[in-house]
């Protein structure tokens, strides 16, 4: 990889995939299902080209990981996927396991070209350029969205009639929940949640699991817009832009035993609540990101480039980087002198946290 740029890379709970400029996909970490997709089940301690036939020679433009299972999406909207299939995760039918990437049939997507692809824990999502959503994989609390809670082992339509047909922007998956932001034709935002719910992370009032897409009430928000969405363990997080104005706030709502929230104490809450801006000295707040129980925000100071990371929640071994090893109720500044020259610039959390709710694998 000495030559090659890296554009993107995504850590799992025990192995990552690399993406470079390329469009060539390195692996590295725990191959014990085949999820390097190395044509073998050997531990890889530095990164290993996955052969670029297995893809059929197509670019890839994406790259997602689950718990112990792998997906690319190339550029001509074919989907691959490896590793772990006991629960249909890897959508080919049967519960076998692949150690190479192995294409998805395109009939089970209607032969429509895919956009966008997203790997759970133990469960995967495709949305068609069509915005037809596809689920499929570990179902056991409903979070494929599809109505029941069996296990689907090949890639199967949820109904847009549960997200009223509105456009996909983006999915979030928690532990074993799903989040949908999607948008409406006049430009309005909302957010859809389905799966497990025991902690209140479904963020609609009530603890009972839904196997499908439920509108999590926009007056929670105020009828702002939202920006992004995040899905922790089994907390949620929101990104909130006032209308008609640059002014953001983050919401969050489920699990709290960590502090995760960031609203000050360790209650669990089963609607979105406002984390008080005060926190973040009233500037800014660009992106979110989070690990399985601990936040981020990346914010910038009016009228300057500069930007400061924000971190809250767990902090066992010091993963907030405050310096000390306490958990954090409330969201507290990470001093950016610890930071390199040049990284104060940053503008996406995903330039610093590698597993966070797309990527991460439930309960690591």
């Known amino acids: 990889m000495k030559k090659e ?25 725990n191959n014990q299902k085949g999820q390097l997709g ?21 670019k890839i433009a994406q790259i997602c990981v689950g718990y112990c299972h792998s997906m690319a999406l190339t550029q001509n909207g074919n989907v691959y996927s490896w590793g772990n299939g006991k629960h249909g995760q890897l959508g080919h039918v049967d519960a076998l396991n692949e150690n190479i990437p192995t294409k998805i ?52 339509l949820v109904d847009p ?16 929940y799903t989040l949908l932001l999607t948008k409406k034709s006049n430009g309005s935002t909302n957010i859809y949640s389905c799966g497990s719910n025991y902690s209140g992370q479904l963020g609609l009032d009530q603890n009972d699991n839904k196997n499908t897409f439920q509108l999590i009430d926009p007056n929670h928000f105020a009828n702002q817009k939202i920006k992004d969405i995040k ?3 089994n907390f949620s997080l929101a990104l909130i832009q006032e209308r008609d104005s640059n002014k953001t706030k983050i919401y969050s709502w489920g699990s709290n035993f960590n502090g995760q929230l960031g609203l000050g104490d360790e209650i669990d809450r089963k609607t979105p609540y406002e984390i008080d801006h005060s926190n973040f000295n009233r500037q800014k707040i660009i992106s979110i990101g989070n690990g399985s129980w601990h936040s981020f ?3 910038k100071k009016q009228g300057s480039n500069k930007t400061k990371v924000h971190a809250w929640g767990d902090n066992g071994e010091g993963k907030l980087g405050l310096g000390h090893c306490l958990n954090v109720l409330n969201p507290n500044p990470i001093n950016m002198k610890h930071f390199q020259s040049g990284i104060s610039s940053l503008n996406s959390l995903e ?14």
């Open 38 to 58: 190395l044509g073998d089940n050997v531990v890889r301690s530095i990164p290993s080209l996955i052969d670029p036939k297995h893809f059929d020679y197509e």
């Open 297 to 299: 925000a990346i914010i």
């Open 351 to 364: 330039q610093i946290v590698s597993i966070g709710g797309n990527c991460g694998a439930c309960g690591h």
């Open 105 to 156: 049939n395109p009939v089970y997507f209607n032969n429509e070209p895919i956009k966008y692809i997203i790997s759970c824990s133990y469960f995967s999502f495709a949305v068609t350029k069509n915005n037809n959503l596809h689920a499929w994989g570990h179902n056991y609390h409903g979070q494929l969205g599809l109505g029941n809670n069996e296990n689907q082992f090949k890639p199967t």
């Open 161 to 176: 009639s549960t997200y009223n047909h509105e456009t996909i922007v983006k999915i979030e998956c928690g532990c074993q």
């Open 231 to 233: 899905a922790g363990d």
């Open 5 to 29: 740029k890296v554009i993107r890379v995504c850590g799992g709970s025990c192995h990552t995939l690399i993406l470079t400029q390329s469009k060539r996909v390195y692996s590295i970490g």
